[in-house]
């Protein structure tokens, strides 16, 4: 554990180190920019080889679409509680998103013309759900919730297979009953090169969305400009601000849970002025710790990049915070520092106020995605919503009335900027 007073200069420091744990290798770079070559030269051939490589599956490219029978047979093996739990999550995520969806507007500008904006749903998406260790169903509900909020007409998810070429049962049925129905048993960055750029099987599509390990960020990294993508939404993270009246056995469940998401690479802080707590916390780490399955996974994380900050006072709290600009940020502070914070903190992906709402909530159902920027990209990125599942075309219209009330503007960007076409093509309506 990192634990240290605050100061700018120490943050800086301590952050830069965490970041060299995370920063993407040459070797990382250079395998995903030959997968994706392959994919794009040789299509199903490629995914084909680097499944069986990788993921010791052997398919042919009529297996690598999930069947309707598959789908019936995993929502049939669910649980009828679990089932009733997805569609409860769903249930949440729809109501909170419904808010986001965007309208058209219409209204008059200074010169008297009709300006406005359209939305249009994307026609084709791709989602990459993971698997493995800890099957994402839950973002399965978090991506694509939204996109049929937002009308998208095709919706398709890439998900990695067992040896035995099966889809994690939980996973497929939560698919089925978020509404989708082309999913891919596809994993890594070959899948995302199939989105990106289309094979015999895969249709391309015309943005990627969902979290994933380094090699699938990666992936979306390098096919950014042949499709659009969401975020790249690295290893999770939380910070934990807390008062004297934090109860430590919550402040040091929270960090555990994020902790234990597998990369090795989450980061988890714990920001507070009272000593006693963070010594509290620190104890209550080590008693937990060896009641949790993935306790290897969390103690990597917890040696490397697990933060105890000591500061004065919630100034600097405010400080810290926007500087790291945390994926998730809980507030287990009494109502009224809750509010200061909330006022100032300006850079979390979701935040969580008061003693009762562990970041879990959102992970799970509170609402919001939980697809969320990381590693510092809160400073400019926010969460997923039905806006990123759309796209915006401004419309214009101008009569003879409003067309004179410009054409005096027009001339003059025209001579500045030495275009004489431009204001010829305005002045020629008049000459008409």
């Not at 599956?57 to 009828?80: C, M, N, Y």
């Not at 790291?324 to 909330?342: C, F, G, I, S, W």
């Not at 075309?393 to 410009?406: D, I, N, P």
């Not at 027009?410 to 309506?429: N, P, Q």
């Amino acid at each position: 554990m990192r634990e240290f007073i605050y100061s700018p200069a120490r943050l800086d420091r301590e952050l830069g180190d965490s970041r060299e744990n995370s920063v993407v290798s040459r070797c990382v770079v250079t395998s995903v920019g030959s997968i994706l070559q392959a994919v794009r030269a040789r299509g199903d051939e490629a995914l084909l080889e680097y499944s069986e490589k990788y993921d010791r599956v052997s398919l042919a490219s009529a297996q690598l679409r999930i069947t309707d029978r598959e789908f019936a047979q995993a929502l049939g093996g669910v649980k009828a509680a679990d089932r009733r739990a997805i569609r409860g999550a769903i249930h949440c995520v729809e109501d909170f998103h419904r808010n986001g969806i965007p309208k058209a507007w219409n209204e008059k500008n200074p010169h008297g013309a009709s300006v406005g904006e359209r939305y249009y749903p994307l026609r084709r998406v791709g989602i990459y759900i993971p698997s493995g260790e800890a099957p994402l169903v839950s973002t399965v509900v978090m991506t694509a919730t939204l996109a049929r909020l937002a009308k998208v007409d095709e919706i398709v998810m890439c998900t990695p297979p067992k040896p035995d070429g099966s889809v994690n049962s939980g996973l497929l049925a939560t698919m089925h009953l978020s509404g989708v129905r082309e999913v891919y048993r596809l994993g890594s960055a070959w899948a995302i090169g199939a989105m990106a750029y289309g094979t015999e099987t895969v249709q391309a599509v015309d943005k990627i969305f969902g979290p994933g390990p380094v090699h699938v960020v990666e992936a979306k990294r390098q096919v950014f400009g042949a499709v659009g993508i969401d975020l790249l939404p690295g290893p999770s993270e939380v910070m934990v601000i807390a008062d004297g009246g934090a109860q430590a056995a919550f402040v040091a469940a929270d960090m555990l849970a994020q902790a234990e998401h597998g990369s090795g690479l989450e980061r988890v802080f714990l920001v507070s002025p009272d000593t006693r707590l963070i010594e509290d916390a620190k104890n209550e780490i080590a008693r937990q710790l060896p009641s949790c399955s993935h306790g290897e996974a969390i103690a990597k994380v917890l040696g490397h990049n697990c933060f105890l900050i000591r500061v004065s006072n919630f100034k600097e709290a405010v400080e810290v915070a926007n500087t790291v600009a945390p994926e998730h940020l809980e507030l287990q502070v009494d109502m009224k520092t809750a509010r200061l914070l909330t006022r100032n903190i300006y850079t979390a992906g979701a935040i969580f106020i008061g003693h009762a709402t562990p970041a879990v909530l959102g992970d799970f159902t509170a609402g919001p995605s939980h697809v969320l920027p990381t590693g510092g990209t809160g400073r400019f990125n926010s969460g997923l919503r039905v806006t990123d599942f759309c796209r915006r075309s401004s419309v214009v219209q101008y009569g003879s009335r409003s067309l004179t009330k410009a054409r005096s503007i027009v001339a003059a960007f025209s001579r500045l900027e030495g275009l004489d076409a431009h204001g010829r093509s305005l002045e020629i309506r008049f000459d008409a």
